[in-house]
């Protein structure tokens, strides 16, 4: 079975950093697209960033120059380092998985997903 685990989430000030890491388990992890979307409170799914096979690095505007997406094929995690984290970045985050090729940001094109973990950033 596939797991994916988050964790690092928290409280943080405006203007602070908070780092979440992506555990991933039951899947050949290096041959998996990689990606984190958020979900605010009364608002829909929001891509935020994703990582290729070979370690290409996508982002949706908001988070450019913020947050930066990595990954450790030989630890089967991926991270997201967030800086200058701003109260409108509240949300639960997610990590998820696809197994093959990606050429956009949809949601749609994750088979697996993690529970989520909660951050809250304060103004």
């Known amino acids: 079975q596939v797991q994916l685990v988050e964790s690092g989430g928290g409280l943080v000030q405006a203007g602070g950093s908070l780092r979440l890491s992506c555990a991933a388990s039951?899947?050949?992890?290096?041959?998996?697209?990689m990606g984190w979307f958020r979900q605010a409170p009364g608002k829909e799914r929001e891509f935020l960033a994703r990582?290729?096979?070979?370690?290409?690095?996508y982002y949706v505007d908001s988070v450019k120059g913020r947050f930066t997406i990595s990954r450790d094929n030989a630890k089967n995690a991926m991270d997201l380092q967030m800086n200058s984290l701003k109260a409108e970045d509240t949300a639960v985050y997610y990590c998820?998985?696809?197994?093959?090729?990606?050429?956009?940001?949809?949601?749609?094109?994750?088979?697996?997903w993690g529970q989520g973990t909660q951050v809250f950033v304060s103004s």
């Open positions: 039951g899947l050949i992890f290096r041959n998996h697209h």
């Open positions: 990582i290729s096979r070979n370690g290409v690095r």
């Open positions: 998820a998985a696809s197994a093959r090729v990606l050429d956009s940001n949809s949601w749609l094109n994750f088979d697996y």
